[in-house]
């Protein structure tokens, strides 16, 4: 591996501020990506979907927690498998703390297709208190890509999926798959990707995540 250029401080200031320049630039075009994103239409949410989790039963409804925004991780574990997908263990590890996530009406859960019975030990085992839910019974990996077909075969594909509750009826607004949730695992990754975006998001808006209301 080859190392960078040795220079004096004044040439490393000036080609930095050449690449300030060039990063605003991206910046102001993730700007302008992300409302776009946040203008998408939605789909209404028609099947009745039942997940397991640590309560029993649950709808998708019920993931929201009386919230108005759900995130939801599409966790690789596979009904055969005896763990999770190393890769979307090590996207769950930089998720952090949900309240401040709660704190912008915003909920976060894992599913996966394993049984409850394989997601709970597991969880344990990473030391995470996320919701995990297992849609092992429903269609629900396959019908929002997160289980395709391949081969005859059901294959597995990591992803986060947004969805936006209106009283009892829920849309789906967003997905993401594969190499695209590379930097998505932080607060502000994670709500760009929602139709509320990030807002309100500034520094007198965050707080310790045991002093939110």
Not at 89 to 105: E, I, K, P, T, W
Request: aromatic residues 10%.
């Amino acid at each position: 591996m080859s190392l960078p250029e040795i220079v004096s401080r004044e040439r490393w200031r000036a080609a930095r501020a050449e690449l300030l320049r060039k990063e605003e630039a991206v910046r102001r075009a993730q700007e302008a990506l992300g409302a776009e994103r946040r203008a998408l239409p939605m789909v209404e949410v028609d099947p009745e979907y039942l997940f397991e989790g640590g309560d029993g039963k649950a709808t998708l409804l019920d993931l929201f927690e009386g919230r108005s925004q759900l995130v939801v991780h599409h966790f690789m574990f596979a009904p055969e498998w005896e763990a999770g997908c190393a890769c979307c263990a090590a996207f769950l590890d930089q998720v952090g703390h949900l309240a401040h996530l709660r704190a912008r009406n915003t909920s976060f859960a894992a599913v996966s297709r394993a049984p409850f019975t394989r997601i709970l030990p597991f969880k344990a085992r990473m030391g995470w208190a996320v919701p995990w839910y297992s849609s092992g019974h429903s269609d629900f990996n396959a019908d929002f890509g997160a289980t395709v077909e391949s081969g005859g075969e059901p294959v597995e594909r990591p992803g986060v999926s947004c969805f936006l509750r209106d009283r009892d009826r829920v849309f789906h607004t967003y997905s993401v798959y594969d190499d695209a949730l590379d930097g998505l695992g932080t607060l502000g990754g994670l709500l760009d990707l929602t139709a509320l975006g990030r807002s309100p998001l500034g520094s007198d808006q965050l707080r310790l995540h045991d002093e939110y209301e």
